[in-house]
């Protein structure tokens, strides 16, 4: 078990371990990236986490956060792609506390792969004051794919503000066209426009860490990307 005592920016690697402590009164931004095995983040008390995550072909069976202390705050922005393989991944959130907030927003870049993806925030009964948000977006580039992603909300408690959502839809054809329009073909085309969902869910990674902003952004747009 590793304990976050301090507030940083944290990487979560092969050499992390599986379940993580973040300490009373710390905020701390944690990124998992080349990390396969299952993973348990605990938020205590006044604690805000920053959560992003970074999966390519590899990524945990489960990644569970639970949030079992008053005025814990998560916020979790993640990419999965599937380049070469198969991707299956459960995302748990779990409130059992007052004044709590979690936040998760999942991306998945689907190749000609399957992916399932299990994800739900639980919300347990007589805790006041809750704020949940689960949002799933899906987006196709190749034409064999075959994707199971839903978003459950799990609620016992009637003081929670709450939503969830997923959509699923290929690269947008009108920012294709434009781009093409002026003179780039479509596999470089449709870098920039991913190039566009990494900045914006990783934008702050390259502030603590340009080095690793570097690496995953080079492995993310190296997408083997194929004319229709």
Known sequence: MS?????WF??????FLNEVNIERDIYTSLFI?????????????????D??????????????????????????????INKNSDLNSNISSNISSNNSTSKINIIWVVKENK??????ITIKKDYKNIEAHLDLENIFIWKNWSI???????????DVKVSHSSKSHRLDETKLFYLKSRWL????????????????TFSCIEMFD??????????FVNLNVKEK
């Open 3 to 7: 304990n976050i005592k301090s507030s």
């Open 10 to 15: 944290y990487i979560i690697d092969k050499t």
């Open 33 to 49: 990236w080349d990390f396969e095995n299952d993973l348990v983040i605990n938020l205590r008390e006044n604690s805000k986490l």
């Open 51 to 80: 959560l992003y995550g970074f999966f390519c072909d590899i990524a945990p069976k489960n990644i569970i956060i639970n949030q079992d202390f008053d005025n814990s705050k998560l916020n979790f922005k993640a990419i999965f």
């Open 115 to 120: 992916i399932w993806i299990d994800s739900n």
């Open 148 to 158: 199971n992603s839903i978003p459950n909300l799990f609620v016992s408690s009637k």
């Open 185 to 200: 073909d479509e596999k470089n085309s449709i870098k920039i426009i991913l190039e566009s969902y990494f900045r914006k």
């Open 210 to 219: 340009k080095n690793v902003f570097e690496n995953t952004f080079k492995e």
